[in-house]
Every structure is written in structure tokens, then in C-alpha cells.
């Protein structure tokens, strides 16, 4: 095959681009088989992006963390300014878990590995896998600055030609409580990328090809085409809309958006944002363009695969200083309480000019994580991270799903492999009646979850959660979803955002917030909201104030 893009004809290069995909796909299945932790084995917390070259992003895996794999890119083009291409070697790994850099936060490790074929580099492999510890505080939003929350890597080589860098490993593995956990998991990165490199060998063998950068550049240019397409049907103008979050105490979180589309062009601007706070509310750039191309992307462009290509149309701007753009050390841990809300407020100012292609606010925006942590009975460290989620928000066909994550996609993973690496019991886990938003579709449901604490001794509890005071809004005449709650089986409540101490019997009740409606509820199908009481998901009582169905 000529490497002229012209010489790609539209059924081989989507052969082509489905493959690359593949690839992508391979690396992550083998970061899931050989991962540690069940925060990546269960709860999905990761990413895997095949790059070309020049460091561009070429096929990303279908199942990640839609903010990983925006970003490895960026980070890749920040590990080629201090190593340059000219310098790697077949077998170095370079890793960095620098906010700035990468993903916004520390627990969140990015490794790249370059990949050669007859001799030139034609590529690299990336994965980002959220660790189960990075020492610190732990996944906490109660630090005042970055180098509390815990030990953060400069980009430096965790292999270099295959050789570990034993060093670097000694003080990582020296400022963790689950140091097999932590190397297992970095190991399994490694393998990933190890697995992503011999296949895009043996596509390249397969293909004819001797370098992916007429590939690379042809399905770049096609994905930047069809996201410009969809931009330049969306009605030229400045759209505008606010969001209001709990934030941490006093400092409520203030989000200004501005959506301005100029032909092909769209820009997001947050201007009047609330400033930086002294918590780890933060969101890096990195993590704020992520988490603002992606909507974009699903609203507009949901069918064509992504890469680099997709995301040229899309510039992002946030003032220095602010939430969504903090000047370091400024502590961000607990990042995706603010970045999550992103979504939300870009559909609200969308909601008019693209009414069938947004959905509401989501109650699952920001997750609700809570983190547990200590000794088992054993006397082993361990720390576990319950992954559950609140309802997204109604779209312009139907209801909104049911505790599902968006805009991230972590899952929840298995209750019986939660519990069978804690010394903690899931008493309950279901969906929570009347939580979604009234509309002409219902928002999805939240959850509601009781873990009880069967340790020897106390354990940390860290809550990272939001929209006790600011639930989920609906959208064109839809109704808001229904609050967050949290408290103790005492009948006490912990601080939504801090750490504390949990006793050895004490229960944990988590009443996860609902998706907004959308739409007029008057407009309802009364069958469907009769069907909605014979399910359980909405009460007579709700049915009759909200829909007048008795």
C-alpha cells in the first residue's frame, strides 16, 4: 500500500482506523487482566491512547476515562520537551503524575513508552491508571496546597531501555501504604503499553506500512472535518449560562460559560469564574479543556471516533487564578467536584440553540466517592474506594439512565470484590425513589448505599461529594433532581468534603443525588408515570404534585 493519504480509499481507511482502535482496546484489556487494584480492575479508572510520532493522539480505547484520554497527548508533548524524540530508546517508560502536566491530580498516573519499527520511532503507547495510594492525604479535598496531598513525580524515566530505574521505584514504593498494590499496578501500565507497541507493529506489517503519518494525518484531518461539520450546524452567536456548586464552607463554586461558535470554530470561555480556593477543589487546564471538549464532542460529533483531529475546533479559556485554571501549588485532589460540573453548564447555555442534542444536569456530575482506609483485620493496610453514582440527566427521547456516571464513565465495580478486600459490608444498594427531576422525561435515579464498618479499630473515611445545597438543575421546563444526603447510623453527619474518623460498627448511609428532568412534566405520558409508581421509582404522593396523575 502507498503511505500517500490520497491512496486511502473511505472502506480501507475505516478498516484501518477500526484496527487502530483495536489496539487500543488490546492495551487496556491487558491493564485490566494484570492490574493490582480494584480501582482499576472493577471501577474503570483509566485510559489507553495509541499516539503517533509526533505525539498526537491517533486511537483511544472506547471504554476509558473520557479526561485521560484528552489528555495523554498533552502530557506526551510535555514528556517530548524534556526528553526529545532524537533520545528514546526502545524499552523507556517515562511517567509523571504532575497536576500541571497530566490529569489534574496526583493519584493519577500517565506512562509512555515509544514504539519502533526497522528502526524508527513511529509512535507511542499511553496509560493513565488512577493509583490506589500516592501516599499524602490520600483522595481527600480537605489540603490546603498540593504538596500535602501527596508525593508528586516530576516526568522522569521508570524504564530506560527496559532497565527499571531502581531509584525512582525506591521512592515511590518508600511514600505509600500499598506499595504491592501501587507496583502492580505500575507494572500493568507498563505491560499495556507493552502490548500497544507489538500491535501497532504487527498492523503496520500487516498494512504495508512503513510510518503512521499519512495514516495518522488523514483520520486527524477526517475526525477535525466531521467536528467542524457538526459545529457549523449549530446557529453562529455567544450562548451563555452560570452553575452554582457547594464548593468547600463559604466558598461556593461559581461557574461562568460562555459558548461562542464562529462558523467552524467554537470557544468556551469561563470568565467570572469563581477565583482558586485553599482546597482541593482546583481543576488544572488540562482537566477543564478535557472535560469541555468532551460534551462538546457528545452533543455534536457522538458517532465519529476521536483523536486529535477531533478536538482543533474546540478552544478552551479560563482566567489564571480561577477554579478552572489555578496557579500552582494550589491544592487539587479533589478536582472532579468542580471539573465534573463542566458539562452541565456548557448544555445549560447550549439548551436553546441545540434543544435535541443536550440532556439536563446530571446528579451523578460531580461523583460521589468515599474513600476507606486503615488496617483489616490482619492487620494489613488497606484502602478502598466505593465507585457509585447518581442519575444522569433526562435527554430530548427519554429518561435519564439511573445511577450512571457522566460525564466521566468510572463504573461501579463488584460489591462482592469491594467487600472482599475491606473490612466493610454493603447492607444496601438500590435505586432511591422520587430522585429524579420532573419532565416530560424524568431524570435518571440516584442510589441509596449503607456500608457498615467491620474492623478492629477506627478507619479514615474521606468523602469527596457535592449538591447537598445545589442539586441537579433541569433543563427546558424540567424540574431538579433531588439533593445529596450522607450521615452516620448515630444520626450524626460528617463534613461532605473532609476526613473523619469512622468507629467499628457504625454505618455509613449515602442518599446519591438525581438526574434534572427535561421538558415541560405536563407533557408526560400519563401511562408512563403510572408505570413509573408500579416500578417503585416515583411515589403516588410525588406523582400527584408533580404530574397530577392520582
Given amino acids: 500500500m502507498n503511505d500517500a493519504a490520497s491512496q486511502f480509499d473511505p472502506v480501507t481507511l475505516e478498516i484501518l482506523?477500526?484496527?487502530?482502535?483495536?489496539?487500543?482496546?488490546?492495551?487496556?484489556?491487558?491493564?485490566?487482566?494484570?492490574?493490582?487494584?480494584?480501582?482499576?480492575?472493577?471501577?474503570?479508572?483509566?485510559g489507553t491512547v495509541l499516539m503517533d510520532a509526533n505525539g498526537d493522539g491517533l486511537s483511544e480505547n472506547t471504554g476509558g476515562i473520557p479526561s485521560?484520554?484528552?489528555?495523554?497527548?498533552?502530557?506526551?508533548?510535555?514528556f517530548l520537551a524534556r526528553f526529545p524524540k532524537e533520545t528514546w530508546k526502545p524499552g523507556d517508560c517515562v511517567i509523571t503524575n504532575d497536576p500541571w502536566l497530566a490529569t489534574g491530580h496526583l493519584p493519577d498516573i500517565t506512562m509512555s513508552m515509544p514504539i519502533f519499527y526497522k528502526d524508527a520511532l513511529v509512535g507511542f503507547s499511553g496509560s493513565i491508571a488512577h493509583s490506589p495510594d500516592i501516599g499524602g492525604s490520600l483522595w481527600s479535598a480537605d489540603c490546603q496546597e498540593l504538596f500535602e496531598e501527596g508525593l508528586r513525580i516530576p516526568p522522569m524515566k521508570f524504564l530506560e531501555e527496559g532497565k527499571p530505574n531502581e531509584g525512582?521505584?525506591?521512592?515511590?514504593?518508600?511514600?505509600?501504604?500499598?506499595p504491592d498494590q501501587v507496583l502492580g499496578d505500575l507494572n500493568a501500565q507498563v505491560t499495556a503499553n507493552e502490548v500497544c507497541g507489538r500491535r501497532l507493529i504487527e498492523?503496520?506489517?500487516?498494512?504495508?506500512?512503513?510510518?503512521?503519518?499519512?495514516l495518522s494525518g488523514t483520520l486527524q484531518q477526517r475526525a477535525e472535518t466531521a467536528m467542524r461539520n457538526a459545529i457549523e450546524e449549530v446557529p453562529d452567536g455567544?450562548?451563555?449560562?452560570?452553575?452554582?456548586?457547594?464548593?468547600?464552607?463559604?466558598?461556593?463554586?461559581?461557574?461562568?460559560?460562555?459558548?461562542?461558535?464562529?462558523?467552524?470554530?467554537?470557544?468556551?470561555?469561563?470568565?467570572?469564574?469563581?477565583p482558586q480556593i485553599n482546597r482541593g477543589l482546583n481543576t488544572v487546564m488540562n482537566y477543564t479543556y478535557a472535560y469541555s471538549a468532551y460534551p462538546i464532542k457528545c452533543a455534536l460529533d457522538p458517532q465519529t471516533p476521536r483523536n486529535e483531529g477531533s478536538y482543533r475546533p474546540i478552544t478552551v479559556s479560563?482566567?489564571?487564578?480561577c477554579i478552572l485554571n489555578p496557579r500552582f501549588p494550589a491544592p487539587c485532589n479533589a478536582r472532579q467536584l468542580t471539573g465534573h460540573l463542566l458539562a452541565g453548564v456548557i448544555y445549560k447555555a447550549l439548551a436553546h440553540a441545540i434543544p435535541d442534542q443536550i440532556i439536563a444536569d446530571s446528579g451523578s456530575a460531580p461523583s460521589m466517592r468515599a474513600v476507606f482506609s486503615g488496617h483489616d483485620p490482619r492487620g494489613n493496610r488497606f484502602s478502598q474506594i466505593l465507585f457509585a453514582s447518581g442519575g444522569m440527566g433526562a435527554c430530548p427521547q427519554k429518561d435519564g439512565l439511573p445511577t450512571t456516571a457522566f460525564p466521566t464513565n468510572a463504573g461501579a465495580g463488584s460489591i462482592e470484590a469491594f467487600e472482599s478486600v475491606s473490612p466493610l459490608i454493603v447492607w444496601k444498594k438500590e435505586l432511591r425513589q422520587d430522585s429524579g427531576g420532573a419532565g416530560e422525561f424524568r431524570g435518571g435515579l440516584g442510589q441509596?448505599?449503607?456500608?457498615?464498618?467491620?474492623?478492629?479499630?477506627?478507619?479514615?473515611?474521606?468523602?469527596?461529594?457535592?449538591?447537598?445545597?445545589?442539586?441537579?438543575?433541569?433543563?427546558?421546563?424540567?424540574?431538579?433532581?433531588a439533593t445529596s444526603e450522607i450521615g452516620f447510623s448515630d444520626g450524626t453527619t460528617p463534613h461532605q468534603k473532609s476526613r473523619t474518623k469512622i468507629d467499628p460498627g457504625k454505618r455509613l448511609h449515602m442518599r446519591y443525588a438525581g438526574g434534572g428532568g427535561y421538558g415541560d412534566p405536563a407533557k408526560r405520558d400519563k401511562d408512563q408515570v403510572r408505570q413509573d409508581i408500579a416500578d417503585g421509582y416515583i411515589s403516588p404522593a410525588a406523582a400527584k404534585r408533580d404530574y397530577g396523575v392520582s
Avoid: M
Avoid at 525512582?168 to 500499598?178: G, M
Fill in 17 to 46: 482506523w477500526s484496527r487502530l482502535i483495536s489496539i487500543a482496546d488490546e492495551s487496556a484489556a491487558a491493564l485490566l487482566r494484570t492490574s493490582f487494584s480494584t480501582i482499576v480492575r472493577e471501577s474503570n479508572d483509566f
Fill in 68 to 78: 485521560f484520554s484528552g489528555i495523554l497527548p498533552r502530557t506526551l508533548k510535555h
Fill in 168 to 178: 525512582l521505584r525506591e521512592i515511590i514504593l518508600s511514600n505509600v501504604r500499598l
Fill in 203 to 214: 498492523f503496520l506489517e500487516d498494512s504495508e506500512l512503513n510510518e503512521l503519518s499519512a
Fill in 238 to 274: 455567544a450562548y451563555h449560562a452560570t452553575l452554582d456548586a457547594d464548593g468547600f464552607d463559604e466558598d461556593e463554586t461559581h461557574l461562568e460559560c460562555t459558548v461562542t461558535i464562529k462558523g467552524t470554530d467554537l470557544d468556551i470561555n469561563y470568565d467570572g469564574t469563581s
Fill in 318 to 321: 479560563a482566567p489564571e487564578g
Fill in 448 to 481: 441509596e448505599c449503607e456500608i457498615e464498618i467491620r474492623s478492629q479499630g477506627p478507619l479514615q473515611l474521606s468523602l469527596l461529594s457535592d449538591r447537598w445545597h445545589h442539586p441537579a438543575q433541569g433543563v427546558l421546563g424540567g424540574k431538579e433532581g
